[in-house]
């Protein structure tokens, strides 16, 4: 089963470097191809993938095609392949964000089998949250392969086309929310004292572990929260505080504003 990456941006290099790293896939099995081939030529390199010639030449050899290139790119470079693609037939998966299947399959002159994937960021660390859906063509077999790919860099989980753009928001831009409380947390340890970079640790460390703790339980948010908080305690009081500063609203507004700024564009 060979897969072809027409992209080496930062998206599909951390995609392919969790499925050659994981050992779900083999890197003898992976093609890359790029306009710029000093990043194709680096993951041939580190990874041990094989750098095609150009996209044609991928396309012909693959049976999995990633589309890890912008969106803005897939109005000429789809129509421009779809000979190609129609005589291989392979799979299609886009990450592109915005661009529904409905979309790719209007650009392509046949009956594609496409996957749409919604990666992360963390993707880059191998602990990425993605979402996929699948038009009609799709095989169970195609499906599972997808699943397998998505899950060698993170956890995945399929999703309702109409759902992607909130999960854009919440997957998407949470990132950078999620950065931004580690470092208020840090910043709250500075002013009392601590070395930047030691309360960094600390806050990134335990926001990572409370995560976690979270995905391998099924218990509520809320009682692991009762868990930690003693009666009288030090966290009872600062939790106290978050929700009179308004917390939980302060998040439902970035998700809102995050989701309506989507709509627009």
């Known amino acids: 089963m060979k897969i072809g990456f027409i992209g080496a941006g930062n998206m599909a290099s951390a995609i392919i470097k969790g499925a050659v790293s994981s050992g779900a896939f083999s890197a003898s099995d992976i093609l890359v191809s790029d306009m710029d081939k000093t990043k194709t030529a680096a993951l041939e390199t580190a990874l041990g993938v094989t750098a095609a010639e150009d996209n044609e030449a991928l396309v012909a050899a693959s049976d999995v095609v990633v589309l890890a290139v912008k969106p803005n790119v897939f109005a000429n470079l789809l129509p421009a392949l779809s000979d190609k693609l129609q005589a291989k037939n392979p799979l299609i998966i886009s990450i592109a964000a915005?661009?529904?299947?409905?979309?790719?399959?209007?650009?392509?002159?046949?009956?594609?089998?496409?996957?749409?994937?919604?990666?992360?960021?963390?993707?880059?660390?191998?602990?990425?949250?993605?979402?996929?859906?699948?038009?009609?063509?799709?095989?169970?077999?195609?499906?599972?392969?997808?699943?397998?790919?998505?899950?060698?860099?993170?956890?995945?989980?399929?999703?309702?086309?109409?759902?992607?753009?909130?999960?854009?928001?919440?997957?998407?831009?949470?990132?950078?929310?999620?950065?931004?409380?580690?470092?208020?947390?840090?910043?709250?340890?500075?002013?009392?004292?601590?070395?930047?970079?030691?309360?960094?640790?600390?806050?990134?460390?335990?926001?990572?572990?409370?995560?976690?703790?979270?995905?391998?339980?099924?218990?509520?948010?809320?009682?692991?929260?009762?868990?930690?908080?003693?009666?009288?305690?030090?966290?009872?009081?600062?939790?106290?505080?978050?929700?009179?500063?308004?917390l939980d609203a302060a998040v439902t507004h970035a998700v809102e504003a995050a989701l309506d700024k989507d709509k627009r564009i």
């Not at 208020?184 to 640790?201: D, E, I, S, T």
Request: with cysteine; hydrophobic share 45%; net charge negative.
């Open 98 to 246: 915005g661009k529904t299947i409905e979309f790719i399959a209007s650009l392509l002159s046949y009956d594609a089998s496409i996957v749409r994937v919604m990666p992360n960021i963390n993707a880059t660390v191998l602990e990425a949250m993605s979402a996929y859906c699948c038009n009609e063509y799709v095989t169970d077999e195609q499906k599972a392969l997808a699943e397998k790919l998505c899950g060698s860099f993170g956890k995945v989980m399929p999703l309702s086309e109409d759902f992607f753009p909130l999960f854009g928001v919440i997957a998407g831009c949470a990132p950078a929310f999620s950065y931004m409380f580690i470092d208020a947390l840090a910043r709250a340890g500075v002013k009392n004292g601590m070395a930047k970079q030691a309360a960094l640790k600390i806050a990134a460390q335990t926001v990572y572990g409370s995560a976690k703790q979270i995905l391998e339980s099924d218990t509520h948010p809320w009682e692991l929260i009762d868990r930690v908080c003693s009666p009288g305690g030090t966290t009872i009081e600062g939790v106290a505080s978050l929700q009179e500063d308004g």
